[in-house]
């Protein structure tokens, strides 16, 4: 009960329980009144000599219900059910979670035994650490990265060598872990009038050799100086800041003229929320390994 997020609920909860408790033990002590007696009819009659009596009910039920009145008692005072109070054995649903979770990571730690100590490209050849790492993918990335791994609009392609950071194993287990956050902040104070953004976009699109107007790109070549800072003066992007290479013909989150005018006015944060606490550290290893593999085929 000390997880709402204000007093009023958990004292609503206490209400309710304790108001039922008492009815229970009202209308067991209240019929324990009656005695048996076989002219004791309610008067409505069915069928024609069908009668309703008015009898104790058994005592078999009655002390099966005075059980149920003490076990809930004894629930009330033992689990966190009264006011504010935790309850006496300060069991929380949070802390056995953990404790199932430690206890979980202790009965796989064997099965990861053998793949401590390979390196990520062994792993990427290892059919067994494959498969697991396929597992662990398809539960926690392909929501975001698809069953294929080949991304989605604003979600990175995982299995091409084209990369926002260096594609190294160590930039791949560090994503996985902590996660990342690009940012491009928006450009177009720096570029200029909507001109000149419109001229920089056209710009844009000729550097990976995509039609564009050449008279504007040519305009707009020079104002690209304000991008160069994290994409490089050739475009060709900057992994340490997470720019990505304008060169190429792999777009992350658009494609056109139109496209590329809105990400210098707006900018962009694509965020990539960590991964470390659903994962023990063998496997971020083999998943390294697995995601290294996609992009790294044998054959
Ligand atoms: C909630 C969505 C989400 C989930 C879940 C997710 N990712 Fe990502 N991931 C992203 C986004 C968005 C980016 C791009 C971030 C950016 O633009 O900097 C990204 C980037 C990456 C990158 C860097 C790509 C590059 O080009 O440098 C790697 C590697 C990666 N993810 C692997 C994984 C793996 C492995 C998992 C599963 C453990 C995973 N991701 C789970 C959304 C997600
Ligand atoms: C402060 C660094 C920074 C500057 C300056 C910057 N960018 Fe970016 N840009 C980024 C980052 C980081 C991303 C990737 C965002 C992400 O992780 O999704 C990006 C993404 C883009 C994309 C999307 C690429 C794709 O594949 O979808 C375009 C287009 C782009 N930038 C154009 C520009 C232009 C044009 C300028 C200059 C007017 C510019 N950027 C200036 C950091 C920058």
New binding site residues.
């Given amino acids: 009960m000390s997880d709402f997020v204000n007093g009023f609920w958990a004292w609503y909860v206490t209400v309710i329980v304790v108001a039922s408790i008492a009815y229970c033990v009202w209308v067991l002590w209240s019929n324990g009144k009656v005695k048996f007696n076989p002219g004791n009819t309610t008067g409505h009659v069915w069928d024609g000599d069908l009668q309703e009596m008015n009898n104790p009910l058994p005592k078999w039920w009655v002390g099966l219900f005075w059980i149920t009145i003490v076990f809930a008692i004894g629930y009330a005072f033992l689990y966190p059910t009264l006011g504010t109070s935790g309850g006496q054995l300060g069991w929380t649903s949070a802390g056995q979670h953990a404790k199932e979770g430690e206890k979980l990571k202790a009965l796989i730690a064997p099965v990861y035994e053998k793949f401590k100590g390979m390196s990520v490209e062994e792993l990427a050849k290892d059919p067994k650490a494959q498969l697991i790492g396929d597992r662990l993918y398809q539960n926690f990335c392909s929501q975001c990265h698809g069953a294929d791994a080949r991304g989605g609009k604003s979600f990175p392609n995982l299995t091409d060598s084209d990369w926002?950071g260096d594609g190294s194993a160590a930039h791949i287990k560090n994503t996985i872990a902590n996660g990342r956050m690009?940012?491009?902040?928006p450009?177009a104070a720096a570029?200029g009038t909507s001109d000149d953004v419109r001229n920089?976009a056209e710009y844009?699109l000729s550097l990976s050799g995509s039609a564009s107007d050449p008279v504007k790109a040519a305009l707009g070549k020079e104002k690209?100086a304000?991008?160069a800072?994290?994409?490089g003066a050739d475009g060709k992007g900057n992994p340490a800041?997470?720019?990505?290479n304008?060169t190429d013909n792999?777009?992350?989150?658009?494609f056109g003229a139109d496209f590329?005018v809105k990400?210098?006015n707006e900018g962009?944060t694509?965020v990539m929320p960590a991964q470390q606490s659903k994962l023990t550290e063998d496997q971020l290893h083999v998943l390294t390994g697995y995601v290294w593999g996609l992009s790294h085929p044998s054959k």
């Fill in positions: 926002l690009g940012v491009m902040p450009m570029v920089v844009v690209f304000a991008c800072a994290c994409h800041v997470g720019a990505p304008l792999i777009w992350l989150h658009g590329i990400m210098i962009k694509n």
